[in-house]
């Protein structure tokens, strides 16, 4: 089980990373909840890891704490809420707002989040509610972020892609349609110059 990894970041492309540990380059899948909080590329990071073998694939999933790691992993244990939707889900809301979603049965707010319609929400309020009763006061606050990204599994990371394409392509893979996505970056792509400003701002639109 690999539990923690300390490198140097040698790539960000939401939402992958890679991670130079010895020399060894680890690929690791995070949600933006925890991505906008990467430093740059060249210095050094420290993640928490869940791994996840499957028989086609082996998956790393990082964390910038434990508690965000804890929730995926309680996530996951939801029936059908697999490693992806949760990931969706940690990108859409941080630790304290899914918390306080679940504790207000806020549907509204889960159901905002693409993948997660009516009846998964409501199958997240019931399974989650005891579970998370006491998260509130245990678990340390986390800045506020918007919900941003979650990219098929299998795609690796690129080089050489622009930040509006590779905006667009982020929310195409959250679940928007080729068209409204292409519709919302360009929208704003005077206006913001990374990709992650564009994807946090399109997504902030789009949800308002």
């Known amino acids: 089980m690999i539990g923690r990894l300390r490198g140097i970041l040698e790539e960000k492309q939401p ?29 050094t990071v420290t993640l928490i890891t869940h791994f996840v073998v499957r028989e086609d694939a082996q998956l790393l999933y990082g964390f910038h704490d434990h508690a965000s790691r804890s929730l995926f992993r309680e996530l996951i244990k939801v029936n059908g809420i697999g490693p992806k939707v949760a990931l969706a889900i940690l990108s ?24 997660v319609g009516k009846k998964t929400a409501e199958r997240l309020l019931i399974e989650m509610k005891d579970r998370l009763k006491h998260w ?26 622009s930040p509006v394409e590779e905006a667009i392509a982020a929310l195409i893979a959250l679940g928007y349609k080729p068209v409204m996505a292409e519709k919302a970056i360009q929208k704003i792509a005077r206006d913001y110059q990374s990709s992650e400003e564009l994807i946090r701002h399109a997504l902030k639109a789009m949800v308002s």
Do not use: R, W
């Open 15 to 43: 939402p992958f990373v890679l991670l130079d540990v010895s020399g060894v380059g680890y690929e690791l899948q995070l949600p933006m909840s925890c991505f906008y909080q990467l430093p740059e590329i060249g210095e």
């Open 136 to 161: 509130a006061v245990e678990l340390p606050s986390v800045s506020s972020v918007d919900p941003a990204l979650q990219l098929d599994m299998q795609h690796p990371i690129q080089e050489q892609i």
């Open 92 to 115: 859409g809301l941080n630790v304290e707002q899914f918390v306080q979603a679940v504790n207000a049965e806020d549907l509204t707010s889960l159901t905002k989040i693409p993948g």
